[in-house]
Each structure stands twice: as C-alpha cells, then as structure tokens.
C-alpha cells in the first residue's frame, strides 16, 4: 500500500508537469498567430512591431498585419520577444546512465536504444526557451556511443522526439576521461587501456585502420555482386566498425569532447590522414590558443561560458574563449552538459558580449543558429525565417537579460510550456500531493525528521554521479 501511494504521489505531480493537451495544440491544422511582437530572426535582424504565422508547424509569414484563419489562436506579442527556440548542442537529458566504459571504443552502443521521455528535467529546459537536444555518450572513451538529436516535445511518445533527417553523430573523448586519470582499479584488477594521451591518439587510430579495411572488404564484395559473380559469401557485419566507417565517407558526425590545444591539433591531425572532418570540439577550453587551426579544418566548437578549474586539463580557460574563435572564423556555439544550465543558456550567450564584446546577434547565434548548423539541421531550426520549423520561444523581455522568463514555447507549432498554465496546475497538484501524503499511514509525524532520499535520486547537479559528460565522478 505505502509504495502504491509513493508511486501515485510522483504520478500526481509529473502530470502536473504535463502541458495542457488541448485538441487545438495537437492539430496539425492549427494556425497561430503572434502579433506586434520584436522579433529576433538571427540571420535576418531584428524586426520590431511584427506579427509571426505559425501554420501546419511551419512558420508560414513574418510581416505587419497579418491575416489569421478564422479560429486561429492569437497571442499578444507587444512588449515581447520572440526568437528561435534554443539548440543545445551538448546535453545528457533523457540519459540516466551515459558512459559504456568497459572498451576504449564503443562505436557500437547507442543512445537512442536508452532514452527516457519522461525526464522531467525537460519541462525545466522548455522553460528556458530550449526545444532541440543533442545528446551525447559520455566521455569515458576514446571512441564512444552514438548520439541522438531530439526535439524536447515532453509528455509525448519517445518515438515523436526523434528530430527527423538529422545527421547522425557520434561521440569521441580525448584526455583525462578516456585514459582514465581519476580511475583507480581495485586490487587484481587490470588497468584498462589507454592510460596516457599518446595511447588515446593510437586507440583512435587503430580504430580508423581496421574501419578502413572493413571498408574496403565490403566495397570489393559489392563490386564482385555488381559483376554478378557466383558463391559470394558477404563480410561479416562488424557493429564496432559500421559507425566508423560512415564516419570516413562523411555520413556520420563527429562531436569530440577535448580540453587541452595540443590534443585539439592531434585530433586533427589525425582526421586529415583518414580523410574525414571533426563537426565539433566539445568543451574546447583551450580553442583560442587554436583558433585558427580549428577554422582551417572546418570544425565548429561548442563550449561553456565560463565553467573551468574543476580539474587539471581545464586550468587554461579563459571567458574570452567565445569572441577569440567567432573572431577567427570558428562557429562556435554555447552548450549545457547540465541539466541545471540548459535551462539559462540565454545568459550563457550574454557573458559572450561582456567577455569579448561580441554583437547581440553574435551572441545569439551562440544558442541558435551555430548549434543548429553543428547538427547539420540549419535549414530546419536556429533562426526564424519563412519555412522553417515552428519551433519558437516568447519572452517577456529581451533574452539576454537576466530578468527575462520564457512565456511560451512552441515546437513544430504546438506549445510544450506555457507559463499562466503552469502556474494555474501548481495548486491542483500541491492539493492533490496533500491528500494523497495524507492517506500514507507511515508519514513521519508533523515537524518531524525529513524522509530519507529514495535511492537512485538524482542530486541536484548532475555531475556529482557523473551524469554528465564525464567518464569520472566530478569531471565535465
């Protein structure tokens, strides 16, 4: 009876979470029309006094003015703000277990097999003007999972979440996490390899070697089918090399977590002899020493405002970091790795304009559009342009500012967070949880000691169980 009532006091108060589902928000026909707002188009300026229209999850005309259908939602927009929703190019939501350290390389786990749409933590994200995720494997390998881009349509099949036609990716690590600095093998236990940076670097390039002969293998076997020769057996499928191999011929993303400028340029070196390109360097806290090596191969860098010191590798950053590679030609981009972040990533954007003067528009793109372009999905989402995908957030006042909340966010049209709703189911679901705890006959008496944390409960960073991208406890 007492863990049928714990059970049904979290379903109470996750549904209370929930956004109202009305029959309008699920119509794929549903027009909704923001009028007289500012709107931050990030590709196209600021456009003042404007009316946005929204139609079959598309933004269908920016302009004064605007003619609505008959029965179309209308949102006052004077005095708002209304921009992109914002692309988290680095996150770990949806994840409660994120790094598969038995192997250096483990190309063959996924993350998209483990997802978990009920992560409330993405309501949280939502009410930051978040809509887009990529997440990550951790960093405890050379070569690590698979990721996945997700749009965060919370309180809706997983299935629905899956972002559709981004590029895939994958995760890479070099440094501290994958040679396992903080690791400490019990007695008897082996040491996993790698153990130094050199051991990294040769970790990926065997990976890259055997990926490709398997390559190789499997076009020589498709070329003995095209001339139609008789008792072929095909190669054996090799789920470890497969990623890697897609990776080669540019159909695969790489997303490498790094720190350190001399790691950054091995990486490099090391795609330039296989013949493929980095997408993003995560983290990056020492891309301003490289720059422009990191400009001249193509790469973008997603990093954190000012988030460093936390460990040996890390000691180098500087909050400049931002404006020294946008200056150098770098698409850089502002990410979370922390589900308590992902929900002030405007604010990440403006420590860019203090430290480095970068422009508003700049420093906008670092949450938009530059993330949007990593993923390969910038001619969905990132900016607010006719055509693209509805997925906007409405501000109450300029994003950049401290004191500015999100009042709705919408993704593909429909609305995932609304504020006044929200505000409207707490005291439901606060009465509900009453008579709900009331009905426990265990409760501890009144003024009484707390009850012990569940366990398994996440703490309040999620760093601290290495949640984050990490490899190690307390290590981004």
Excluded at 138 to 143: P, V
Excluded at 218 to 234: D, G, I, Y
Excluded at 278 to 302: C, D, N, P, W
């Amino acid at each position: 009876m007492r863990r049928l009532l714990i059970y049904l006091v979290g379903c109470s108060l996750f549904a209370g979470f929930l956004p109202a589902a009305t029959a309008q928000d699920r119509s794929p026909l549903t027009e909704t029309i923001i009028r007289n707002a500012t709107v931050l188009t990030i590709t196209r300026g600021t456009l003042t006094n404007t009316d946005v229209l929204i139609r079959n999850g598309k933004i269908a005309a920016l302009g004064k003015n605007l003619k609505a259908a008959a029965g179309a939602r209308v949102i006052d927009g004077t005095g708002k703000y209304v921009m992109p929703g914002i692309v988290d190019c680095h996150s770990h939501s949806m994840l409660d277990t994120i790094n598969e350290g038995s192997l250096s390389v483990t190309s063959m786990a996924r993350t998209r097999d483990v997802l978990n749409p009920n992560d409330i933590d993405l309501y949280r994200g939502l009410a930051g003007g978040v809509t887009t995720l990529n997440l990550l494997h951790g960093s405890a390998n050379a070569i690590g999972g698979l990721n996945t881009v997700v749009k965060m349509k919370f309180g809706r099949p997983v299935e629905e979440f899956i972002f559709p036609g981004a590029m895939p990716g994958i995760k890479f690590a070099l440094g501290e996490n994958p040679k396992r600095s903080s690791f400490q093998p019990q007695p008897g236990q082996t040491r996993r390899y790698p153990a130094t940076r050199m051991g990294v670097e040769e970790v990926i390039r065997d990976a890259f070697t055997r990926a490709r002969d398997y390559q190789k293998t499997w076009a020589e076997h498709r070329a003995a089918v095209a001339r139609r020769e008789k008792n072929l057996v095909a190669p054996r499928r090799d789920l470890q090399l497969e990623p890697l191999v897609e990776v080669l011929e540019g159909k695969r993303l790489v997303h490498a977590h790094c720190y350190r400028a001399d790691e950054i340029l091995m990486l490099i070196n090391v795609a330039n002899e296989f013949g493929f390109k980095i997408k993003t360097f995560q983290h990056t806290l020492e891309g301003y020493k490289v720059a422009k090596e990191i400009a001249q191969h193509g790469a973008g860098a997603s990093i954190f405002a000012d988030n460093w010191s936390y460990k040996i590798e890390a000691y180098d950053a500087i909050p400049y970091n931002a404006a020294i590679m946008t200056r150098a030609g770098v698409n850089v981009s502002m990410n979370s790795d922390s589900d308590e972040r992902a929900r002030r990533l405007n604010i990440e954007a403006a420590k860019a304009m203090r430290y480095g003067d970068l422009s508003e528009e700049e420093a906008l793109k670092l949450i938009t559009w530059n993330p949007a372009w990593q993923l390969g999905i910038h001619d969905r989402v990132g900016s607010i342009e006719v055509g693209k995908d509805a997925d906007v957030a409405i501000w109450n006042g300029h994003p950049l500012s401290v004191y500015s909340r999100v009042d709705t966010t919408f993704i593909d049209g429909q609305v995932f967070f609304d504020r006044q709703q929200d505000l409207a189911r707490r005291a439901d679901a606060q009465r509900e949880r009453a008579a709900l705890e009331a009905a426990e006959p265990n409760r501890p008496p009144a003024g009484g000691a707390s009850p012990r944390t569940p366990r398994g409960r996440r703490p309040a960073h999620d760093d601290d169980l290495g949640k984050g991208d990490t490899g190690e406890v307390e290590q981004p």
